[in-house]
């Protein structure tokens, strides 16, 4: 498990959960299982800990304890599989939206640029379309958005290009490929900086990355009991802008609602005033950790 990924700013985030020893937990990002292996800690024998993740390679990861459940499923289910499983309510729920260090290890599974693999990015290798189809398939301005939008790019138009003139020629199947593909257009000074903003920008188009977080972020007004916890450590600036939104306002565009008497009207309390994030001595142990903000609310 700790091969599989290094848990990011844990003793922060499972504190601010506020876990009581029968307490219900939903961790919506097993992973490595390192955060939920925390949050078992904290419970008593009454208390329960449901999990999300759609990778099946996280399997070999769960913990032997009759209090632990497995969903195997995209948090964007989150309602619905609980409801299966006979909850309607819980005390806290926690999503670590970074990709597993195992997803940018295993090199082929086509997350990294470092290395050479089939251009896939697919968190459930069982279903969807993989990058190398986005590449191949998309029109020229469906690429520019993508890269506009999720990769926050500043000329997203001549990546399109770049990769629209390599595919005319031969498909872009690979990793490699596709760094070679958009190499006319790649900045020689941030060349690293350039191709993980371009691999985010497909990760995030491939996997639904931004829907399925704004229908976890929704269903969780739905799912936690009044008093419960919402906590979540996020990697960019789209979402940590989404999650910051939904705690101030229960809105994406984080605009409240007023009342006749022009009180501001918010399903929750944030209790996180800035975001946390790592420490010195996290840095230091883990350099991946060095994007991660946690915020966290209450539901009123």
Known sequence: MQD?????????????????????????????????????????????LYSFDQDA????????DARFHYVESNFRFMRGALRLRGVEQADSVLADLGVSSHHFDAVERGFSFRGDAPLDMRMNRRAGRTAA????????????????????????????????????????ATTAELVEAVRP??????????????????????????EALKM????????????????????????????????????FDGECETDFFGRRQTPFEVITR???????????RNPRSRSAKLRAAIKL
């Open 4 to 48: 599989y990924h290094i848990p990011v700013l844990l003793e922060e985030s499972v504190s601010l959960m506020n876990i009581s020893p029968d307490d219900t937990c939903v961790d919506l990002t097993f992973g490595g299982g390192g955060h939920s292996r925390r949050i078992l800690s904290s419970l008593g024998d009454g208390g329960r």
């Open 57 to 64: 390679d996280t399997l070999a990861n769960r913990p032997d």
């Open 133 to 172: 189809d986005l590449v191949n398939e998309l029109s020229n301005e469906e690429l520019t958005r993508i890269f506009r939008d999720w990769g926050e790019l500043d000329t997203p138009w001549k990546i399109a290009n770049c990769i629209e003139r390599s595919r005319a020629a031969k498909p872009v």
């Open 185 to 210: 257009c790649t900045p020689r000074k941030d060349e690293s900086k350039f191709l993980t903003k371009l691999f985010q920008a497909l990760r995030i188009e491939v996997n639904g990355e931004m």
């Open 216 to 251: 976890a972020l929704e269903q969780s007004l739905r799912v936690l009991r009044p008093g419960g916890r919402l906590v979540v450590i996020s990697y960019h600036s789209l979402e940590d802008r989404l999650v910051k939104n939904f705690m101030r306002s229960g809105r």
């Open 274 to 284: 800035k975001a946390v994030t790592p420490s010195a001595e996290e840095l230091a």
